[in-house]
């Protein structure tokens, strides 16, 4: 049910979100596509000052996320499932940056949106976290009672599901990456840990190129291994924690 | 295209000169902060494998030490709120203390992005939207403090918001988990908890949760 609720609230921020962007997005992008020609169209040297001014629109226009290649521009930045998933790096705090709400209502929005969402992902982080032991404890009780075996099967369950986790969230995922992105590996792996993290720099994003067009299940995929992922490695840092403590 | 290039590598085609350096002294500082905090702006970040792997690595012993930090911080701040209320407790105090905490919490969230809008140039709209991004360490990077090539700015600046962002940061995490806590007592999920841990035993009980350590404000 919690689940439930975490998605509702992320897709209802996509929406109001892509509602609120898409069309200032579509006119800066003509704003942009326009002056280039008339640039292009009169002057066949441009002189330094309107040089300038191109640079600084262009700057502009792709730290807004519109990028300018060959005669026309990548459109589609804020079409539904982007703004999905950008919905998700707010709250979750990775917060990339390769998109960002530009329009004043869309910040706005934004800020009252990750007030709300970010509890809601961190209670969302507990439970699975709580699960995710209980899940763990179940097992090596069970082992107790197949196997017999004494006081260490606990422990050694949690050294089991850490590697285990280690392999799903950190390097499993980065040779899917290479695979479909084409990053190299150690790119891939630098992108799980930095979004695990949290930290998000957003040097590389997956889905953002627009030339692919990636299988269906590969998004929902990654959401998956997104939150999984985070749990796992909260509760590695968690530990990390108590051991300095 | 080369401009794309470039903006991606951290280098600002703007200005006439190349700025100075991205990667001096200071600004790897402010760099290795937003690893630490995971704030991760990202207007910087390592291009070089090298690079990339420390920054894991960093980050992997960073981001816990910075939790039990802001930790500390919280609990010293919590301690500071105590004998707070302890002092007010006397008769006609009760007053002006709530007074202090409305001004102070006023103070805390509108003073910061008067400062950045003023030394950035930017609206306070944006300096608004600008410190809630950080202090939630979502940083989308869109705006980020001293990276403008035209301005001319005082070497500490840098500093003291690296010092402001760290306060802030606590200060951030307490709202967070009083909001977390509503949210749980909202979606009754305290009631279910407990059934939880009478299933749990003798193990240890994952009370926290998991991302930032829960600071108890007594009420």
Redesign the interface.
């Known amino acids: 049910?919690?689940l439930a609720?975490y998605v509702g609230y992320v897709g209802l921020g996509a929406a109001v979100l892509r509602a609120l962007e898409r069309p200032v997005e579509l006119q800066a992008a003509q704003h942009l596509l326009q002056e280039r020609w008339e640039l292009l169209a009169n002057h066949t040297c441009p002189q330094p000052p309107a040089l300038?001014r191109l640079?600084?629109g262009?700057?502009q226009a792709?730290?807004s996320g519109i990028?300018?290649?060959g005669n026309t521009t990548s459109l589609g930045r804020w079409d539904y499932s982007r703004s999905f998933f950008f919905s998700i790096?707010?709250i979750t705090?990775?917060?990339?940056?390769?998109l960002?709400p530009s329009t004043?209502v869309g910040?706005?929005f934004?800020?009252v949106f990750?007030?709300?969402g970010?509890?809601?992902n961190?209670?969302l982080?507990?439970?699975t976290?709580?699960l995710m032991?209980?899940g763990v404890?179940h097992c090596a009780h069970h082992l107790e009672e197949v196997f017999h075996w004494q006081n260490k099967t606990?422990l050694m369950m949690k050294t089991c599901a850490l590697v285990t986790g280690l392999f799903l969230s950190l390097l499993l995922p980065p040779l899917l990456f290479c695979d479909k992105e084409g990053w190299?590996c150690?790119?891939g792996?630098?992108y799980s840990?930095?979004t695990l993290?949290?930290?998000?720099?957003?040097?590389h994003v997956i889905v953002m190129n627009p030339d692919h067009t990636c299988p269906s299940w590969y998004k929902n995929v990654i959401s998956l291994w997104i939150l999984f992922g985070m749990?796992w490695l909260?509760?590695v840092?968690?530990l990390?924690?108590n051991f300095?403590? | 295209?080369v401009?794309?290039e470039a903006?991606?590598k951290g280098v600002?085609?703007?200005g006439n000169s190349t700025n100075p350096s991205n990667w001096d002294f200071s600004n790897s500082f402010f760099f290795a902060g937003?690893?630490v905090t995971?704030?991760?702006?990202?207007?910087l970040?390592p291009?070089t494998?090298a690079g990339?792997?420390f920054?894991?690595f960093y980050?992997?012993?960073g981001?816990?030490?910075n939790?039990?930090f802001l930790?500390q911080l919280g609990k010293g701040l919590n301690a500071h709120l105590l004998t707070l209320e302890r002092w007010v407790q006397k008769p006609g105090r009760a007053q002006v203390q709530y007074q202090f905490m409305i001004c102070f919490h006023y103070f805390k969230t509108m003073f910061p992005p008067l400062v950045f809008s003023y030394v950035e140039g930017w609206s306070y709209?944006e300096g608004?939207?600008f410190t809630?991004?950080t202090l939630?360490?979502?940083?989308?990077?869109?705006y980020v403090v001293g990276t403008n090539p035209n301005k001319h700015y005082i070497p500490v600046y840098r500093s003291l918001t690296a010092i402001w962002i760290v306060f802030g940061l606590a200060w951030l995490a307490l709202v967070?988990n009083v909001?977390?806590n509503?949210?749980?007592k909202f979606?009754q999920?305290k009631w279910h908890?407990s059934d939880?841990s009478l299933?749990?035993g003798a193990?240890t009980k994952?009370e926290?949760?998991?991302?930032?350590?829960r600071i108890h404000i007594p009420s």
């Open positions: 049910m919690l609720a300038q640079v600084e262009i700057i792709y730290k990028t300018l290649q790096s707010a705090t990775i917060g990339y940056g390769n960002s004043a910040r706005i934004c800020i990750a007030l709300f970010i509890p809601l961190l209670v982080l507990n439970e976290g709580q032991l209980l404890q606990f190299s150690e790119e792996f630098y840990f930095i993290s949290t930290i998000g720099f957003g040097d749990t909260a509760l840092i968690k990390c924690i300095l403590d | 295209q401009l794309m903006w991606e600002n085609p703007e937003t690893v995971t704030i991760g702006y990202g207007n970040s291009s494998v990339q792997i920054c894991v980050a992997l012993f981001v816990p030490l939790l039990a930790n709209g608004f939207y809630f991004i939630s360490t979502i940083g989308f990077g869109d967070f909001g977390a509503l949210m749980e979606l999920l908890k939880l299933a749990e193990t994952l926290d949760e998991p991302e930032r350590p």
